[in-house]
């Protein structure tokens, strides 16, 4: 069975950081690209930034609000992603999704050992 | 950025009824391999989102076949032939053609 599970969520002051986890099992976590996605309570769905799979450079894109000050990591060995967040903006308060790269997906012909489930996230406030 | 605009953001339907939701991109969503990179997701209520529809048409695994997706370049439409109650929630487009990533608004599915 799939599971990816996110966690390292709470409040935190602004300025502050915070490093959520993504476990994932019932897939070959180390051959997939790997993204995080966030959500605003009660809104829209963002994406935050992807790596790529070690075999392809593990390479980290991020969006632009997000970028310096968010670091995305893996360890392949644990089947674990991480997104580590410094210097905490109230406009970073959502719920933080991991999930497959869903792009690289298709790109790279829909790899039937790849599970495009998304995790039940982990929610993170930011607030004095 | 791409811009994804749905349209409607709401829509009422009785069961039964079909139902279509648009999206458009600001920019052509085909890359050169010949592939057009727009997904349609749908998030139940306290759920994550889930995946309807790959690659403007193509149903993911498990989607029933009610759901179904269509378009081309900077127009796509999600239609449900069939609404049942199970349906309800929010439905996103999103683009993976060019970084970063983008999701439409979102358009809430109630059932009349």
């Known amino acids: 069975e799939v599971q990816l599970v996110e966690s390292g969520g709470g409040l935190v002051k602004p300025g502050g950081s915070l490093r959520l986890s993504c476990a994932v099992s019932g897939f070959t976590f180390s051959n997939v690209w790997m993204t995080w996605v966030r959500q605003d309570p009660g809104k829209g769905l963002e994406w935050v930034g992807r790596i790529y799979s070690k075999t392809d450079g593990g390479t980290t894109e991020y969006a632009a609000p997000v970028k310096g000050r968010f670091t995305i990591s893996r360890d392949d060995s644990k089947n674990t992603l991480y997104l580590q967040m410094n210097s905490l903006k109230i406009e970073d308060t959502a719920v933080y999704y991991c999930?497959?790269?869903?792009?690289?997906?298709?790109?790279?012909?829909?790899?039937?050992?790849?599970?495009?489930?998304w995790g039940r996230g982990t929610l993170v406030t930011v607030s004095s | 950025d791409i811009v994804m605009t749905q349209t409607p953001l709401s829509l009422s339907v009785t069961p039964g009824q079909p139902a279509s939701i648009s999206c458009k991109s600001s920019q052509s969503l085909l890359l050169t391999d010949g592939k057009t990179y727009l997904f349609w997701f749908l998030q139940k209520p306290g759920q994550p989102p889930r995946l309807l529809i790959y690659e403007v048409s193509n149903r993911f695994s498990g989607v029933p076949d009610r759901f179904s997706g269509s378009g081309s370049g900077t127009d796509f439409t999600l239609k449900i032939s069939r609404v049942e109650a199970e349906d309800v929630g929010i439905y996103y487009c999103m683009q993976t053609r060019q970084l970063p990533y983008t999701f439409g608004q979102g358009t809430k599915l109630e059932i009349k």
């Open positions: 999930t497959a790269d869903i792009g690289r997906w298709v790109f790279s012909g829909g790899d039937t050992n790849w599970s495009l489930d």
